[in-house]
C-alpha cells in the first residue's frame, strides 16, 4: 500500500544551525511534492511545491530537495530562528492526479536559542 | 481575498449526538476537501467534494457525511459520535489539487465528552 514517512516526529537544533528534515514514500510516483509548516491549533500553511522533473527548488532560507529515484524529498530551513519552531508536513498528490493531497504524519521542529 | 473559513472553531458534544461542521472555500474553488487530525494518526482524509458531488472518499465509516452546495460552500457531518472522533477536523480548498497549492482553514476543535 502506499506509504509516506517523515523520518522523525521531533527535532531539536541550535538557532542558525541547519535543519533537515526527510520525507520518504513508498508505492507511489507523485508529479507532485509540497511542504507545508503547521503551528498548534491553526491550519497548515503551504510552503514549496517541486515537480517530479525538478531536483531543488528555494524559497529565501528554505530549500527542498526531489529524488524520484530514492523516493525522497529534503527539506531544509537554513540560518533557523526560534520563530521556525513549528511541525513540517510533506504532500503528495495521488498518481491519479487533481486529487486531494495525502500527508505525512510531520516532523515537530524545535529551535533552541 | 478571503480564506477558508471553518465554523465552529470550536465544540464539545456528547457521545452518540450529532454535529454538523461548516466551510467556506476560497472564492472560484470548486473542490473542497476534509481531513481529521490527531496526534497519533496526522491528517487523514474524510472526503472531497467538487461541483456538489463527493469525488473521493477516504476510509471512515459511514457515520461521516458531507455535501457541497452550489456556492461551493460544504458542509461535514458526524453523527452517533464517540469518543474517538475528537479531533481537529480542517477544510481545505484549491484550483487544483497536487500541482497548486491547497489553501487551508483554521479547523475545528471537536471534542466528544
Known amino acids: 500500500s502506499q506509504k509516506i514517512e517523515q523520518n522523525s516526529e521531533a527535532l531539536n537544533i541550535q538557532e542558525g544551525k541547519t535543519a533537515t528534515l526527510t520525507c520518504n514514500y513508498t508505492?507511489?510516483?507523485?508529479?507532485?511534492l509540497q511542504w507545508y509548516r503547521q503551528d498548534p491549533g491553526r491550519g497548515p500553511v503551504f510552503l514549496l511545491l517541486?515537480?517530479?522533473?525538478?531536483k531543488e527548488k528555494r524559497k529565501e532560507r528554505l530549500k527542498v530537495t526531489f529524488d524520484t529515484t530514492l523516493k525522497q524529498s529534503l527539506f531544509h530551513i537554513t540560518a533557523s530562528q526560534p520563530a521556525d519552531s513549528a511541525t513540517y508536513l510533506c504532500?503528495?498528490?495521488?498518481?491519479?492526479?487533481?486529487?486531494?493531497?495525502?500527508f505525512g504524519k510531520g516532523t515537530r521542529l524545535s529551535v533552541i536559542a | 481575498k478571503a480564506g477558508v473559513t471553518q465554523t465552529p472553531r470550536y465544540l464539545i458534544k456528547t457521545r452518540g449526538q450529532q454535529v454538523t461542521l461548516s466551510c467556506s472555500p476560497i472564492?472560484?474553488?470548486?473542490?473542497v476537501s476534509w481531513y481529521q487530525q490527531t496526534p497519533g494518526q496526522g491528517l487523514q482524509f474524510l472526503f472531497e467534494?467538487?461541483?456538489?458531488?463527493?469525488?473521493n472518499k477516504g476510509n471512515f465509516p459511514g457515520r461521516f457525511s458531507g455535501r457541497q452546495f452550489s456556492n461551493s460552500r460544504s458542509e461535514m457531518n458526524v453523527s452517533t459520535l464517540e469518543l474517538g472522533d475528537s479531533a481537529l477536523y480542517l477544510c481545505?480548498?484549491?484550483?487544483?489539487?497536487?500541482?497548486?497549492?491547497?489553501?487551508f482553514g483554521q479547523g475545528t476543535r471537536l471534542t466528544v465528552v
Open positions: 481545505a480548498s484549491s484550483l487544483r489539487w497536487g500541482s497548486t497549492e491547497a489553501f
Open positions: 508505492n507511489y510516483s507523485p508529479a507532485y
Open positions: 517541486i515537480r517530479e522533473n525538478e
Open positions: 504532500a503528495l498528490d495521488r498518481e491519479t492526479g487533481n486529487t486531494p493531497l495525502v
Open positions: 472564492s472560484g474553488h470548486r473542490s
Open positions: 467534494y467538487f461541483s456538489e458531488t463527493q469525488r
